[in-house]
Each structure stands twice: as structure tokens, then as C-alpha cells.
């Protein structure tokens, strides 16, 4: 351990991490991986800096695969999930508000199950029930391209009737919609049904499209529309959504997004959503999960005070999965 990260751990007493999306549960899965001592972005054994752990874990409906092979991919991500993650005594799959209470409590560790990509579904509601049964809690609508819940990002479009079902019925059950990857329409349309329910709604991992202007970064008005539902926003690593990648994206680059979303008066909305194993690169000097104890060095560095640096890093989240889940 250098001496930094070890300064970064005695400053850090008392701070946790939440973070609103990664993929290392269907990277884990694939590779019959470990959830402690692997290669992969995230491992449960490099978090000691915090004081507790929540990660928001989804499950990707991959859009090569068939709808029902989607599916199957999820039942079988999440056995593997009960097998060796929640088998683990130190980890506790959070399904509700006092879950994430008693991780925080315990100084524990824990997760939040959540699937990217509406294609699973194969135009059955009733799979939502199935997959709250197993703990889901938040849904990214969509992911890519066109889909049977409605158009991605990249290719703008609304949520289909069957889109417009499956909301209904994620609002009725406690499911919270994900507008990450939406297109700007379907953005639109959810914030309004979000509205009629009277439930918040999240972007789990999106950035400023007012500091890089990506068709998956949100524009101000949408960071505050999320902001007025109660929902919150992650910032990712995703390095083609924080700038120009033809210079050097660092851990900088990323808190120059979290001062934005500040600006808009976000200190209650903007949380982490790293992304990682779902990204190919990552802010410099960024190697994994272990170096999220830089942000801190950065934020601090910039002046941010300590309970903006502590609503940030845990803060923020742990209040909406309190409130909402
Ligand atoms: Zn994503």
C-alpha cells in the first residue's frame, strides 16, 4: 500500500461508498469469477477504505441475445449471485430500506440487484414480478438501439405500449425506472408517469452533457427535472461520456461533471455510478474500485466541504434506497 491510499484511509474514517450501477455481477457470472480477489474492476476485498459498502449490481440484457436467452442469462446470474454472493456471510442483498439501514449500521457490506435493458421482459409483465421476487430494484429501461420497451439514446424514440405497460407496473411494485441510456423522449415520458405515480425516478450512471455533450449525458433541465422527482444521478468513469478521449480523461475530468450537476443545486441529487466492468477505460490514474479514495483527495482539493464530500460519496444514495426501497 503507498503512503497516499493510506492517507486516503485514515481521512476517509467514517465514509462509505453507494454506488448506483456496476456489471461485475453478469462479468462474475460469465467467468465463474470471485467476488473477493479477482481482476476485475470491482472486488469486494478492495473497499476498506470505507466504512460500509452498498453497490447497486445490475444484470445487462444483452441486445444480440434473444429476449428469452436474455432472460435465462438473468436466472442464471442470479443463482450464481445466491450461491456465492449472498452465501457470503459478510454481504447482505439489500431488498428494502431497513437492509441498507443495517448495512450502514454494521459497517457492512452489501448490494442492490438491478437489470440494464428492457429486452428480458419479451413483452410478459409478469416477468416483473418474477425478477422483484429476486430482489430487482431499479430498471434501466433500455440499453441500445430499438427494443421492444422503446428507443435507446442512440436512435430516439418513445416507449412502446408494452414500455408504457411495464412502467405502470414497475411504479406499482417498487421497481425504480433508470433513464440512463434513454432516448430523449422516453426521458420525458417517464418523468411524466413518474409524475402521475408520485414516485421519483433515477439516472444511475449519466453525466453533463453541458460539460460533454454525448447523447448519454443528461442536459441540465433533465439533471433537475430528476432532482424535483427525489431521484438521483450517478456519475460514471465511462471515459466517452466524460470528454474528449483523444486527450486525458482523469479523475478531475469527472469531478468537473459532479461540479456541474452542483451548480444546478444537486449537492441532495448527484451520487457515483462508476460503471466499472461495464467500461473499457478509465480516468487516469483509475486501476478499479480501490481508487475511489482519489476522489476524495480531488474533492477536498477543490474545496468541497465534508458533508458535501460524505453526501456524495454514500450520503446521497443511502437516503433515497432509506426512502424508496
Ligand atoms: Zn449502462
Request: charged share 20%; hydrophobic share 40%; with cysteine.
Amino acid at each position: 500500500m503507498n503512503e497516499l491510499s493510506f492517507d486516503c484511509d485514515e481521512r476517509l474514517h467514517g465514509i462509505g461508498l453507494c454506488d448506483l450501477h456496476c456489471d461485475t455481477l453478469l462479468e462474475m457470472a460469465q467467468h465463474q469469477a470471485d467476488f473477493y480477489d479477482n481482476s476485475l474492476h470491482l472486488g469486494f476485498d478492495r473497499v476498506h477504505a470505507f466504512s460500509y459498502f452498498l453497490q447497486v449490481m445490475a444484470i445487462w440484457s444483452n441486445t444480440r441475445l434473444s429476449d428469452d436467452d436474455c432472460y435465462a442469462q438473468f436466472l442464471s446470474a442470479t443463482a450464481y449471485m445466491k450461491e456465492r454472493l449472498c452465501a457470503h456471510p459478510e454481504i447482505t442483498q439489500c431488498r428494502c430500506g431497513e437492509d441498507v439501514k443495517r448495512v450502514k449500521a454494521q459497517n457492512g457490506k452489501g448490494f442492490i440487484l438491478a437489470v440494464e435493458g428492457g429486452n428480458l421482459l419479451s413483452e410478459d409483465v409478469s416477468r416483473l414480478d418474477e425478477i422483484y421476487a429476486r430482489g430487482v430494484r431499479f430498471f434501466t429501461l433500455v440499453w441500445g438501439g430499438e427494443s421492444r420497451m422503446g428507443g435507446a439514446h442512440d436512435v430516439g424514440g418513445g416507449l412502446s405500449p408494452f414500455g408504457v405497460k411495464a412502467l405502470k407496473r414497475m411504479f406499482a411494485l417498487g421497481i425504480v425506472p433508470d433513464v440512463s441510456h434513454a432516448s430523449k423522449e422516453i426521458f420525458y415520458q417517464t418523468a411524466a408517469y413518474a409524475d402521475d405515480a408520485g414516485k421519483p425516478f433515477v439516472a444511475t450512471h449519466s453525466n453533463s452533457a453541458a460539460v460533454w455533450n454525448h447523447t448519454r449525458c443528461l442536459t441540465d433541465e433533465q439533471f433537475r427535472m430528476i432532482r424535483d422527482s427525489g431521484g438521483i444521478v450517478g456519475v460514471s468513469f465511462c471515459t466517452p461520456h466524460l470528454g474528449d478521449t483523444a486527450k486525458e480523461i482523469t479523475i478531475g475530468t469527472v469531478v468537473d461533471h459532479i461540479e456541474h450537476y452542483l451548480s444546478l443545486g444537486g449537492e441532495k441529487t448527484v451520487c457515483f455510478g462508476g460503471d466499472l466492468d461495464g467500461i473499457g477505460s478509465m480516468p487516469t490514474p483509475m486501476t478499479g474500485v480501490e481508487s475511489l479514495p482519489l476522489y476524495y483527495e480531488e474533492m477536498a482539493k477543490r474545496g468541497f466541504g465534508d458533508d458535501l464530500i460524505y453526501n456524495i460519496f454514500c450520503g446521497n444514495a443511502q437516503t433515497f434506497f432509506e426512502k424508496n426501497l
